[in-house]
Structures are given as structure tokens and as C-alpha cells.
């Protein structure tokens, strides 16, 4: 069976984004994949890969990884989710979804929240939306920061940088504790999210998963592609990547994730901790015992 490549998912990783422009990315891209046949296949190897790797992070229990998604709605981030971490032991997994604040977040920093659901040590933590709201849907509906209760003073013209220099101060001092950051923009076209919405009234299946508030956001289409770009340049780093999956077509785009995950777990060079001579002798004890008993 092919095996995915680390070739396949670099053209989309962003460690400097001084630079970066998000037209420069094609939702639609596929890597030279050719159809949903061959993902699929490419998938199930990767889907393997990670679960053993995934075990060996667990049974190690020194590094943690947080992988956080973001994306417009219907890009495709609890597929993603589903697919991509279909293998992976349960135990060894936190999922988080945010949704809007409530009134006990409210009364604490934007970061409260997400700081109290980081991942423990052994463990693939996810993020389903994060603290990057604060510099997306509060930027472009400002009148949210307002509900923050933030003092007058401090809601300056610069508060998005701010922020951002924030979130990159909070990333290396997470980086810096064996936590490791890797975060996926889901790029879906206006055009497909459009599909995908029609698709979801058409099927009686998929009612639920619509909502009108979706589609009254999809008029602050441009002004969400100004905050993800502006994010992107101050927030990408080395340390703590962005990734700019194209999510036009969902079997891509599980498979360019999967490889991002897989590639940042080998290179952290995972293993089943060893054990030590006190720990050997007691195994042989153990073993000396058993085969003594009937």
C-alpha cells in the first residue's frame, strides 16, 4: 500500500508569515493525489502510523501535542477530527469544542479557558475553534469585545496586536514545557462552502447540522479573510506552524492533516520507555512466578 509523504504537506506549512498571503493558497489543490480512491487508501496507512505513534507518546508520558483547527463553517473540521484520529486510543485523546463564551469564561481572561483544557502530558489534545476567535469573529464583529468587560483603557487601537504578540508569548512558554503546537486553517472556497451548505438543506440527514446564524456570517466573508491572513502573519512561528490545508475536497484534506500530525510526532523521536534494573528484576520475579503456578 502507497504511504503518505512528508513531500505532500510541506507546500502548506507556514513558519514565517511575514510574507504570507492567503490568495497564494488554492482550496481546491490535491498535492498531484489523484482522486478519492487513492486518499482513501493513502488514509488507512496513515491512520495506522498514527496510532502507533499516538501509543508510544501515551506509554512515554513527556510530551503532550495540541493540535488546534480553525476554519470557516462547514470547512470540514469534525470530519477532519473523525478521519484522521479514527485510530487513536481514546485514552490518549482530549477533544475540545468552543463555542461562544459563557458567563463564568466571561468573567475570566480570553485565555482562561483554553489554558484550563490543555493537554496533559502523553496526550493528543484538539481543539476545535480556540482562543483564535479572539483575533477572528471578535475582530470582525467588534462590538463582542465589549462583552468581555475589559476596562475602557485598555481597548486600544492595537488590542489585535496585542493579542497576537500575546498568543505568541503564551505558544513559546507552552513550547518551552514539552506541550507542541501545530494549528490547521481549513481553507474551504467560498464557492464549495456554498455546495455544502445547499447540501445540508437538501438532505433530511444533514438538517441538523445547519444553521441560519452560518450563513448570515457568510456576508463577512472578506472581512474573515482579512483577520485569517493578518493572524497567520503575526502568529506563525517555527515552534508553533500554521498549516493551510486546502479543504475543498474533504479526502485531501484528512490526508494532508494525518501527514502534519504524523510528521510532527516522528520527529520527536517517540519510544517505549525502558526499563531499569530494579524494574527487571521484579519483571523476572513476576515471570519466575507465574511459571511456577499451575
Request: glycine share 4%; charged share 35%; proline share 4%.
Amino acid at each position: 500500500m502507497k504511504k503518505i509523504s512528508a513531500k505532500l504537506v510541506k507546500p502548506y506549512r507556514v513558519d514565517h508569515g511575514k510574507h504570507f498571503r492567503l490568495k497564494d493558497y488554492d482550496p481546491g489543490h490535491t498535492a498531484g493525489v489523484k482522486d478519492k480512491k487513492e486518499a482513501t487508501e493513502l488514509l488507512e496507512r496513515g491512520v495506522h502510523e498514527l496510532a502507533d505513534l499516538q501509543d508510544k507518546l501515551y506509554a512515554q508520558n513527556s510530551w503532550a501535542l495540541l493540535l488546534i483547527f480553525q476554519a470557516m463553517d462547514a470547512a470540514g473540521k469534525d470530519g477532519v477530527i473523525k478521519h484522521v484520529m479514527s485510530g487513536v486510543n481514546p485514552q490518549g485523546c482530549q477533544v475540545y469544542s468552543f463555542k461562544a463564551p459563557s458567563t463564568e469564561e466571561l468573567d475570566h481572561d480570553y485565555m482562561w479557558r483554553a489554558m484550563v483544557r490543555m493537554p496533559e502530558r502523553g496526550r493528543i489534545g484538539i481543539f476545535n475553534r480556540s482562543y483564535y476567535e479572539e483575533v477572528l469573529v471578535v475582530r470582525v464583529h467588534k462590538e463582542l469585545v465589549q462583552a468581555q468587560r475589559i476596562p475602557t483603557s485598555l481597548l486600544r487601537k492595537d488590542i489585535w496586536r496585542d493579542r497576537f504578540e500575546d498568543i505568541c508569548s503564551i505558544a513559546r512558554y507552552l513550547t518551552r514545557n514539552g506541550i507542541v503546537i501545530r494549528k490547521f486553517f481549513l481553507n474551504v472556497s467560498r464557492k464549495e462552502q456554498k455546495r455544502r451548505f445547499l447540501a445540508r438543506l437538501d438532505d433530511p440527514e444533514k438538517n441538523w447540522k445547519f444553521s441560519a446564524a452560518d450563513v448570515r456570517e457568510r456576508a463577512f466573508w472578506d472581512d474573515y479573510m482579512d483577520a485569517y491572513e493578518d493572524l497567520i502573519r503575526h502568529t506563525a512561528t517555527p515552534d508553533a506552524p500554521w498549516h493551510v490545508i486546502p479543504a475543498d475536497n474533504k479526502w485531501f484534506t484528512h490526508i494532508a492533516v494525518a501527514e502534519a500530525i504524523i510528521d510532527t510526532l516522528k520527529d520527536l523521536n517517540l519510544s517505549y520507555p525502558k526499563v531499569d534494573s530494579v524494574k527487571a528484576k521484579e519483571l523476572e520475579a513476576a515471570r519466575a512466578l507465574l511459571e511456577d503456578k499451575k
